[in-house]
């Protein structure tokens, strides 16, 4: 999805304003609730990220030292995701455009945590 058109953009709204509210909200207040203790200065991996929503979540659940890499396949989403995240964008958060499939690029044991709120 890296390819931006008229009608992704117009996805990556509707999502926003209508999936988010119905289902990712949801789900991703759920994933919080279940996530339980992150670690002191931990690194955090959250997976097709979207517009942000768990990413914030879980930046206002943990202290500040943390750091959270956030990734998704759509620069759209996540020039939405940007926008939510402000100042803390590109200092408690980084945001990249990069797809979990068909394997992350990461090396192993990189993160403390990795999470993913309806990605996969």
Do not use: Q
């Amino acid at each position: 999805m890296n390819k931006r058109t008229h009608k992704h953009e117009k996805y990556v709204r509707v999502y926003d304003d209508e999936i988010l509210p119905i289902w990712s909200r949801r789900f991703g207040r759920m994933l919080m609730h279940r996530l339980g203790e992150v670690p002191h200065k931990a690194m955090v991996l959250d997976v097709a990220c979207g517009t942000g929503f768990a990413t914030l979540e879980l930046a206002r659940k943990v202290d500040p030292s943390t750091r959270i890499i956030a990734i998704d396949p759509s620069s759209a989403m996540l020039e939405v995701a940007r926008k939510k995240a402000g100042d803390m964008a590109g200092k408690r958060i980084f945001f990249r455009t990069e797809s979990a499939t068909p394997r992350l690029s990461f090396a192993n044991e990189v993160y403390d945590i990795v999470t993913c709120n309806l990605g996969l």
